[in-house]
């Protein structure tokens, strides 16, 4: 029983394996692999892409941007708290919360958004308004108030609730008000963390957002159940352009991923194409073409070991800041037109 609730609950995604995009044309050709998405233009709120957007499914742990906006609504981030009793109960993902523990409201908000830790989140909503019930009647009116028309919570993590849904639209708009939170924007934009308790209890946080490891051009809060499959709310600004994105619905997040990396395309005004048209890794004498080009260019050091790594996308990335190419780590036709001139 333990492990099914375990499986129910897991929020973060734990692998990125996109690297290339198969070829798509302009942005009104785009199509997208999640059963439900919307993008928003960031300027003028407009829908540049739809896709059952009105659809009501499970949200996943895309529900904490709710939680947080209500709970930095109500509470100061530099206030210190008491965790309430009962938390410890609510399953993975957590931070491993105790009845009477102190700490940082800010650190809570960090917990539930970097790590989707569900205690935080729980206990956000208790210190908030007293009680889960209580608490989510200030998640809906919230919603309400922020365009997300037809979406309705009853708890604040996202545990699954038959009760509870929103739209691909509706996560659209809820990033877009998110983003509104400086202290939100900054948590969605760290990797990784170290928060402490009063006490001192020491306790580390790595973002369940795998993009980070990719790109800094797309931020969000992810989310899975085995009823919402995967589901992500989030911000991509590249060129001075924004777009918001609600997906939810994702059979395999590496469908979700590679959605993501479409989308990031999308303010250059039109996809580039791929070397590699397959949504994967590129293979492993293609990897050693890149890492010849790249350690001619003096950006890779060593014999070429054809293992796209840290080390290899970190060379990409450098190499693009120096060619003034947006550094994202991602081999496409702009890429690999400055990288020929070195084989």
Not at 24 to 48: C, F, K
Not at 167 to 185: G, H, N, Q
Not at 227 to 242: I, K, P, Y
Not at 312 to 325: C, D, P, S, W
Request: charged share 20%.
């Amino acid at each position: 029983m333990k492990k099914t609730i375990f499986n129910l609950s897991i929020a973060c995604l734990v692998s990125v394996s996109v690297i290339f995009l198969p070829p798509l044309a302009e942005a009104g050709s785009l199509s997208l692999l999640a059963p439900s998405a919307v993008l928003l233009d960031g300027h003028n709120q407009q829908i540049i892409y739809a896709k059952s957007p009105h659809t009501k499914r499970a949200p996943a742990s895309t529900t904490k941007l709710v939680t947080v906006m209500v709970a930095l609504d109500h509470l100061s981030l530099d206030k210190i708290v008491q965790i309430p009793a009962g938390v410890q109960n609510i399953p993975p993902s957590k931070m491993g919360l105790y009845a009477g523990e102190r700490f940082y409201v800010g650190d809570l908000v960090k917990a539930a958004l970097i790590k989707s830790a569900n205690d935080a989140a729980e206990a956000l909503a208790i210190l908030t308004a007293g009680s889960r019930p209580a608490f989510a009647q200030l998640m809906n009116q919230k919603a309400r108030s922020i365009g997300a028309k037809n979406s309705y919570y009853v708890n604040p993590s996202g545990l699954p609730d038959s009760r509870q849904y929103s739209t691909a639209y509706d996560l659209a708009r809820i990033i877009m008000a998110a983003s509104r939170y400086p202290f939100i924007v900054s948590a969605l934009k760290t990797r990784s963390a170290v928060i402490y308790s009063r006490g001192g209890r020491r306790v580390p946080l790595n973002n369940c957002n795998k993009m980070l490891w990719r790109t800094d051009e797309v931020i969000g809060k992810t989310g899975w159940t085995r009823t919402a499959r995967h589901c992500f709310a989030g911000r991509v600004q590249s060129n001075g352009e924004v777009i918001f994105v609600g997906l939810m619905g994702s059979q395999k997040r590496q469908n979700l991923w590679s959605d993501l990396l479409r989308v990031a395309a999308i303010p250059s005004g039109r996809m580039p194409k791929p070397i590699v048209s397959a949504p994967n890794m590129p293979s492993r004498q293609q990897t050693i073409k890149i890492q010849k080009a790249l350690g001619r260019a003096g950006y890779f050091k060593g014999k070429p070991t054809g293992f796209y790594g840290k080390r290899t996308l970190a060379a990409v990335r450098n190499f693009q800041k120096a060619k003034g190419i947006p550094a994202n780590g991602l081999v496409r036709s702009d890429t690999w037109k400055k990288l020929k001139a070195y084989l």
